[in-house]
């Protein structure tokens, strides 16, 4: 049995998702929290094998709340608003979330990835950092995780030649010439890695401008390692611009 607390400051969510984790057969609610102050007593008392929290609470936020925490719990699935930066912060940190209003069938997902996961992470506090300093810059942030099948890796988005995708998957070009391949589409990164520093010169790939050494009869990008990187037709007239615009 699973049992699982709800961090969350809004009684309607936390109703609804109260009734959602009813639905599941190996669940149990052990109890919920509106605030920073009631939740750490609810989790050093509870111990929930997962805790379904919101970023934003009643009396702080809950990067607050796991200050107070020692250890900080590795079983957290965030709860978020449809709120552009808190979920592109989220993404950067590679955390599990859920979108409000959630939805069954994605709190089942969520679980089942709980139940597969390795019981450690050791990068696990690296990306909650992560998704805290990127919730507050506007620009790139320095860093991305990214979640392989075997392990979390935390690259330096400048370490990041180009990606390639190919169907559901992407790979991770990296400057020292290794690759990581990853389970979530190009076009998840896209958002992530956004024109200036990155292009999409082709519905395949994704490349660091500042790898980029020149052109090849406006039909390949150039890279400073002398690969050529496909240029789409349709794609053309704004890669150059972007790039004559340098």
């Known amino acids: 049995m699973i049992s699982i607390a709800i961090i969350e400051d809004e009684p309607a969510v936390r109703k609804e998702i ?9 669940t149990e609610l052990i109890g919920w929290s509106d605030s920073v102050q009631t939740a750490v007593k609810l989790i050093q008392e509870k111990q929930p094998d997962v805790i379904l929290m919101d970023i934003q609470l009643r009396d702080g936020t809950a990067f607050d709340l796991l200050k107070e925490l020692n250890p900080i719990p590795q079983n957290i699935i965030f709860i978020t608003a449809y709120n552009h930066f808190a979920i592109k912060a989220i993404k950067y940190g590679a955390l599990d979330y859920l979108l409000k209003p959630v939805d069954q069938t994605e709190l089942r997902e969520s679980l089942e990835r709980y139940r597969r996961k ?9 990306q909650l950092m992560l998704t805290q300093q990127s919730m507050a810059v506007s620009d790139l942030p320095e860093s991305i995780a990214l979640n392989t099948v075997h392990s979390t890796h935390i690259i330096k988005v400048q370490d990041i030649v180009y990606c390639k995708g190919d169907g559901p998957y992407t790979f991770f ?3 020292n010439g290794t690759k990581e391949l990853i ?16 292009l999409r010169t082709h519905q395949s790939y994704l490349v660091n401008r500042q790898y980029i050494s020149g052109l090849n ?7 400073k390692n002398k690969e050529e990187i496909p240029i789409s037709l349709r794609r053309k007239n704004a890669i150059l611009t972007h790039l004559l615009n340098r």
Request: aromatic residues 16%; glycine residues 0%.
């Open 18 to 26: 109260s009734y959602l984790i009813k639905q599941e057969p190996d």
């Open 118 to 126: 390795s019981e450690n992470n050791p990068q696990w506090m690296q």
């Open 173 to 175: 070009f990296l400057s």
């Open 183 to 198: 389970s979530k589409p190009l076009k998840y990164y896209e958002e992530l890695l956004p024109a200036p520093h990155f």
């Open 217 to 223: 009869k406006s039909e390949y990008i150039v890279l």
